[in-house]
């Protein structure tokens, strides 16, 4: 089980000293049978007033802080780290019932999966439900995961990355049609395109290792966004249509969700005057461990704990 360094910087700056609402902070990665913590540390500059810990309705660690000083500046890392254990496509096993397409979720899985197989955008011309109906053999002899896999390689092929810090997603149609986008773009297109064909899917946020720096997963140097799909014999699979990837390989999760919005790694206010704010910096690493995390700054710890600005980030 590879032992990674995950490391994500976000700074805000401002002409002259503002004022912070409270922030919700989704940094930690989650824990399971394939992703275990061995330290984490959340710092932030100013120092909240208050910080505390909860669950979200999906299980996500979010850290919620509140502020009592103003500041030029507002600064939040995130430093863990955590092995890693890949899951590759030969190793997703489907129950025989499940094997070929289409097939019915069981009675006792359906009531918890139905939020996740409901549509989230408008397709009155069926634009989206036409380009996912194209993956499924006309002989009746489509094979699941082959099917799901075909959708998210056809999207890493045929669609150009672009990145885009801005907040907010391109809808499906509007993917389609630009036939380029942002990993959470192409992950709202393939969540759309296989719910219209019955799956449960749900969005993740979290992060993408590359290896190579220069032959590399996209999606790198950020936050990254793929999909979850509910494969019985299996549980929630991973897909990222941005990089084809298959399996958990090089994929850290965050956050689960059922929509985008859900899965903000950084969202809050601030206060001050209306052209206060110059600009957001974003630094994330993710690289082989070698050890537990260095010291902190003993000057700083006091005043390193937790927060963001109203703007928000992914790839």
Request: aromatic share 8%; charged share 25%; with cysteine.
């Given at each position: 089980?590879p032992?990674?360094?995950?490391?994500?910087?976000?700074?805000?700056?401002?002409?002259?000293?503002v004022?912070?609402?409270?922030?919700?902070?989704?940094m930690?990665p989650?824990e399971?049978?394939?992703?275990?913590?061995?330290?984490?540390?959340?710092?932030v500059?100013?120092?909240?007033?208050?910080?505390?810990?909860?669950?979200?309705?999906?299980?996500?660690?979010?850290?919620?802080?509140?502020?009592?000083?103003?500041?030029?500046?507002?600064?939040?890392?995130?430093?863990?780290?955590?092995?890693?254990?890949?899951?590759a496509q030969?190793?997703?096993?489907?129950?025989?019932?499940?094997?070929?397409?289409?097939?019915?979720?069981?009675?006792?899985?359906?009531?918890?999966?139905?939020?996740?197989?409901?549509?989230?955008?408008?397709?009155?011309?069926?634009?989206?439900?036409?380009?996912?109906?194209?993956?499924v053999?006309?002989?009746?002899?489509?094979?699941?995961?082959?099917?799901?896999?075909?959708?998210?390689?056809?999207?890493?092929?045929?669609?150009?990355?672009?990145?885009?810090?801005?907040k907010?997603?391109q809808?499906?149609?509007?993917?389609?049609?630009?036939?380029?986008?942002?990993?959470?773009?192409?992950a709202?297109l393939m969540?759309?395109?296989?719910?219209?064909?019955?799956?449960?899917?749900?969005?993740?946020?979290g992060?993408?290792?590359?290896?190579?720096?220069?032959?590399?997963?996209?999606?790198?140097?950020?936050?990254?966004?793929?999909?979850r799909?509910?494969?019985?014999?299996?549980g929630?699979?991973?897909?990222?249509?941005?990089?084809?990837?298959?399996?958990?390989?090089?994929?850290?999760?965050?956050?689960?969700a059922?929509?985008?919005?859900?899965a903000?790694p950084l969202?809050?206010?601030w206060?001050?005057?209306?052209?206060?704010?110059?600009?957001?910096?974003?630094?994330?690493?993710?690289?082989a461990a070698t050890?537990?995390l260095?010291?902190?700054?003993?000057?700083?710890?006091?005043?390193?704990?937790?927060?963001?600005s109203?703007?928000?980030?992914?790839c």
């Amino acid at each position: 089980m590879p032992l990674l360094r995950v490391r994500h910087l976000t700074e805000y700056s401002y002409r002259q000293p503002v004022s912070f609402g409270e922030h919700r902070i989704m940094m930690r990665p989650r824990e399971s049978f394939d992703q275990r913590l061995v330290e984490a540390r959340l710092t932030v500059v100013p120092e909240p007033r208050e910080l505390r810990w909860l669950h979200d309705v999906f299980g996500n660690s979010v850290a919620i802080a509140q502020f009592d000083r103003r500041a030029t500046a507002l600064t939040v890392e995130s430093e863990v780290v955590l092995h890693h254990a890949p899951l590759a496509q030969a190793q997703v096993d489907v129950e025989d019932y499940a094997r070929l397409f289409p097939f019915t979720y069981s009675s006792e899985d359906m009531p918890d999966l139905l939020r996740s197989i409901e549509r989230q955008h408008h397709d009155p011309g069926r634009v989206v439900d036409n380009w996912a109906r194209a993956f499924v053999r006309d002989d009746g002899a489509t094979d699941t995961v082959g099917l799901l896999t075909d959708i998210a390689t056809r999207i890493k092929h045929d669609f150009t990355y672009v990145a885009r810090h801005e907040k907010g997603t391109q809808t499906p149609i509007e993917t389609l049609d630009k036939r380029q986008g942002t990993c959470r773009d192409f992950a709202v297109l393939m969540i759309e395109a296989v719910r219209a064909l019955g799956f449960a899917a749900r969005f993740i946020s979290g992060y993408v290792y590359n290896p190579s720096r220069e032959t590399g997963n996209l999606g790198g140097g950020n936050t990254h966004a793929w999909v979850r799909i509910f494969l019985p014999g299996s549980g929630w699979v991973e897909f990222d249509p941005t990089n084809g990837i298959i399996g958990n390989r090089g994929l850290i999760r965050v956050a689960v969700a059922r929509d985008p919005y859900q899965a903000i790694p950084l969202s809050g206010t601030w206060a001050g005057f209306p052209r206060s704010f110059l600009g957001m910096r974003v630094e994330v690493d993710v690289s082989a461990a070698t050890g537990p995390l260095p010291l902190p700054d003993q000057g700083a710890v006091n005043s390193r704990i937790a927060g963001t600005s109203r703007k928000s980030h992914r790839c």
